[in-house]
């Protein structure tokens, strides 16, 4: 695999599982490229120049749920929280973690 020229630069991103617990990991998906992701709260490396797209979702072998997708803009630092639904369908939700303001 040829590494990307540039800078990096990372923003961190907290993945909470549904209240039940059950169902499949997250998939996290970096400009097109997915990284393994686990639930909890991790810093992921994007590339420093320019925005990332950033798509998160669960998928159940039957389909895919719980999508949701951002831009990641350079400069931004506020720390994200991504909320998977608590059913099996249906978006996920993102946004600042609290005390981040």
């Not at 970096?30 to 990284?35: D, E, L, P, S």
């Not at 999508?67 to 803009?73: D, H, L, R, S």
């Amino acid at each position: 695999m040829i590494e990307p020229t540039g800078t990096t630069r990372r923003f961190q991103l907290t993945l909470r599982k549904p209240w039940h617990r059950l169902g499949p990991k997250p998939t996290v998906v970096v400009n097109g490229v997915g990284q393994p992701a686990q639930w909890g709260t991790r810093n992921w490396k994007v590339p420093g120049d320019g925005a990332a797209v950033v798509t998160i979702f669960l998928f159940n072998r039957l389909w895919k749920f719980g999508e949701v997708e951002f831009v990641a803009e350079p400069g931004a630092s506020a720390p994200l929280v991504y909320s998977a639904p608590w059913l099996p369908f249906g978006p996920g939700r993102i946004r600042s973690a609290p005390g981040s303001d």
